[in-house]
């Protein structure tokens, strides 16, 4: 398995790039899908399908584009999907544009396995917030539950505190070793998080 990542949009969101043995996908496509087609091109790669971490406007801005030129299916969590379908809205409150995201979705749960990834629902940060994990080398696309040094918000529509810090403490039963590749900023590792992330300090101490 090998990742290939952008940073797009005016939030700086990572969009990932993918390959696994059972095909290429690609994670978060949250804008410039000119960026994310050259991306693949580049690489001789044809992505097989959309995994959304979460359906906030950034995260999905490319959706559109890519399904239109790439016939793509997209997965999402159905509790997002009202996320998923206001993004356009959520991103004009933004000052920002982007295509409406096409529907239907392909729904994801809790422990589906896709692609080589397991998908754990970890909400907090929105309803149907997901996490998917690769096996070894362990690897999480963490989505906007954890970065380096932070943690996701949970003052957004739909976001819920408790939630979010039940998922944080249910990440960190993930082997320390675990690559954290986020919605956000750079890479981290579960080990690196759990000795030096402050909100992470926190729920050891709640434990």
């Not at 979705?105 to 917030?129: C, Q």
């Not at 906007?144 to 505190?161: H, K, M, V």
Request: aromatic share 8%; glycine share 12%; proline share 13%.
């Amino acid at each position: 398995m090998r990742t290939h990542h952008l940073t797009v949009g005016p939030l700086g969101e990572n969009t990932y790039l993918v390959e696994t043995p059972e095909g290429t996908v690609l994670v978060d496509p949250g804008d410039e899908p000119g960026q994310i087609l050259g991306l693949a091109q580049g690489l001789g790669l044809t992505p097989k399908a959309i995994l959304l971490t979460h359906a906030h406007f950034d995260h999905v801005g490319a959706v559109g584009p890519l399904v239109e030129a790439l016939e793509l299916p997209v997965y999402l969590h159905p509790l997002d999907l009202p996320l998923y379908e206001r993004a356009q809205e959520a991103a004009a409150l933004w000052g920002v544009s982007i295509p409406k995201p096409p529907l239907p979705t392909r729904p994801l749960e809790e422990g589906m396995r896709l692609f080589g990834f397991t998908v754990w629902h970890l909400p907090g940060h929105s309803p149907g917030h997901v996490a998917f994990l690769w096996p070894d080398p362990p690897l999480a696309l963490s989505g906007d539950l954890l970065f380096r040094g932070s943690i996701g918000r949970y003052d957004l529509p739909g976001a819920n505190p408790k939630a979010l810090f039940r998922s944080l403490k249910r990440l960190l039963t993930l082997p320390p070793k675990t690559r954290i590749l986020p919605g956000h900023g750079p890479e981290t590792t579960l080990g690196l998080e759990a000795e030096a992330n402050p909100f992470l300090a926190g729920i050891k101490w709640e434990a």
